[in-house]
């Protein structure tokens, strides 16, 4: 089913601090773009083409190191946004951006957006009340690596992803991208998976989903208390 502007922008948290003529304001300039899997949207360093709101799909969001190395900076799906920060600053984009299904996007063009900010205070305080969210999540990614050991970042991914109805959680992207985006390899990660199971804080459920058996000594882990292993 085909998705409008208004009901990709209305899932995203960025613009939930915006009056109805301020999101007005937004609805009408942005389009929609959808992409097929496996789509670089943009690459680092070009030009940026506007601030992006997933609506259906995901994508990483990922730099590239020297000797070709890739680090996944964020795993982004539905309601979730990309290049806002490059959209509103100005610049070019700071990392690359690849489809990881098919991806339908509503996309806020660059230049019509900052004459916008540039016209409107109100949308202004508007989108900054949405971007101190966005600063909540980047503290707690680094707290993650610099706090955190490998059982707590899992620990903590798996406690903040959404769980479906019947409780159960997928891990939000490949293994090898999320253990990129907590800075671990990817048999680190799986290692951590193993010994979770092992100790029956996680198990497996049908279509490669996981149960939390014991949330609250993943918590812990989270919170840096190390397991007996």
Not at 48 to 53: I, K, L
Not at 97 to 109: F, G, Y
Not at 124 to 136: E, F, N, Q
Not at 193 to 217: F, I, N, Q
Request: charged share 20%; glycine share 12%.
């Amino acid at each position: 089913m085909p998705m409008n502007v208004a009901d990709i922008l209305h899932g995203c948290k960025l613009f939930s601090g915006l009056d109805d003529r301020a999101f007005r304001r937004l609805a009408t300039m942005a389009v929609v773009r959808s992409y097929p899997k496996g789509k670089v949207v943009f690459r680092q360093g070009d030009p940026c083409p506007g601030a992006f709101v997933v609506g259906r799909g995901q994508v990483r969001v990922f730099t590239m190191a020297g000797g070709g190395k890739q680090h996944v900076l964020h795993l982004v799906g539905p309601g979730g946004t990309f290049a806002e920060v490059a959209a509103i600053g100005g610049f070019a984009c700071p990392a690359s951006v690849e489809t990881l299904t098919a991806t339908t996007c509503a996309v806020l063009p660059t230049d019509p957006l900052r004459r916008a900010l540039a016209e409107d205070h109100g949308l202004c305080l508007g989108l900054l009340a949405g971007l101190t969210g966005w600063v909540r999540h980047l503290v707690g990614l680094m707290e993650d690596i610099v706090l955190r050991d490998a059982a707590g970042r899992v620990a903590r991914l798996l406690l903040e992803t959404e769980p479906a109805a019947d409780g159960t959680i997928r891990l939000p992207g490949l293994k090898r991208h999320v253990a990129s985006h907590l800075n671990l390899t990817s048999e680190t990660f799986s290692r951590v998976l193993r010994r979770l199971a092992d100790d029956h804080l996680v198990g497996e459920a049908p279509k490669g989903r996981l149960h939390l058996l014991d949330r609250r000594r993943l918590a812990q882990l989270a919170k840096g208390v190390s397991p007996k292993w």
